[in-house]
Nanobody, 127 residues
Framework: QVQLVESGGGSAQAGDSLRLSCAASGGTFSDYAMGWFRRAPGKEREFVATISGNARHTWYSDSMGGRFIISRDNDENTVYLQAITLKPEDTAVYYC????????????????????WGQGTQVTVSS
């Protein structure tokens, strides 16, 4: 069983930067592909970014405009999402997720490929 706890959310102004963290416990962290998703008010959950277990590969949503950077520290069992130049439309609950049973290079892009989810952290961006 894997537990995921997100942190780092909060209120921000348009143009600000923010770093979200997701601490994992249970199992071997480097065995998991990790992803970030978000759910904006009134919208479906959408993919933001993913990183492979060995941290060598990343994949991002085309719609995010290159404003998000995913990284991980396998020694600290933590995955990060750096958001730069925030926009009001980035307002959402951000979730991290762990995908198990994949090769170390795999970068899953779809939510059904993930097995464990955190509770989410709210990010609110005002103009």
């Amino acid at each position: 069983q894997v537990q995921l706890v997100e942190s780092g959310g909060g209120s921000a102004q348009a143009g600000d930067s923010l770093r979200l963290s997701c601490a994992a416990s249970g199992g071997t962290f480097s065995d998991y592909a990790m992803g970030w998703f978000r759910r904006a008010p009134g919208k479906e959950r959408e993919f933001v970014a993913t990183i492979s277990g060995n941290a060598r590969h990343t994949w991002y949503s085309d719609s995010m405009g290159g404003r998000f950077i995913i990284s991980r520290d396998n020694d600290e069992n933590t995955v990060y999402l750096q958001a730069i130049t925030l926009k009001p439309e980035d307002t959402a609950v951000y979730y991290c997720a762990a995908g198990t049973g994949y090769t170390p290079d795999y970068v899953p892009q779809f939510d059904y490929l993930y097995d464990y989810w955190g509770q989410g952290t709210q990010v609110t961006v005002s103009s």
